[in-house]
């Protein structure tokens, strides 16, 4: 049974730093990227970050590009997402989310078959 447990959330001041962690059980060698979502109130969910389980190929939003970084440790059990230089809209619950399969990830919802239950960022000005 795969399990995604995320952590790190917390409260933060503009211009602040934390890390997000997610800790993955259960995936298997077919698993094809881990990614870091966000969700903020009243918003739709949007990708924030993706890493190919291969290769370490990250991809970002244009809206936290150069401010994030997502990384895995090398047992790929485990996906990151620092964030740095953090803003009142990165204020959002952040899910971390695993894709399957073949072919290449992307930010779609669909593209993604397991989900954990989030982590709460809040970024205040």
């Known amino acids: 049974q795969v399990q995604l447990v995320e952590s790190g959330g917390d409260s933060v001041q503009a211009g602040g730093s934390l890390k997000l962690s997610c800790a993955a059980s259960?995936?298997?060698?077919?698993?094809?990227?881990l990614a870091w979502f966000r969700q903020a109130h009243g918003k739709e969910r949007e990708g924030v970050a993706y890493i190919y389980t291969v290769d370490s190929g990250t991809s970002y939003a244009d809206s936290v590009k150069g401010r994030f970084t997502i990384s895995q440790d090398d047992a790929k059990s485990t996906v990151y997402l620092q964030m740095n230089s953090l803003k009142p809209e990165d204020t959002a619950m952040y899910y971390c989310a695993a894709a399957i399969g073949g072919g290449l990830c992307y930010f779609r919802l669909a593209g993604y078959s397991y989900w954990g239950q989030g982590t709460h960022v809040s970024v205040s000005s």
């Open positions: 259960g995936l298997t060698y077919g698993t094809k990227c």
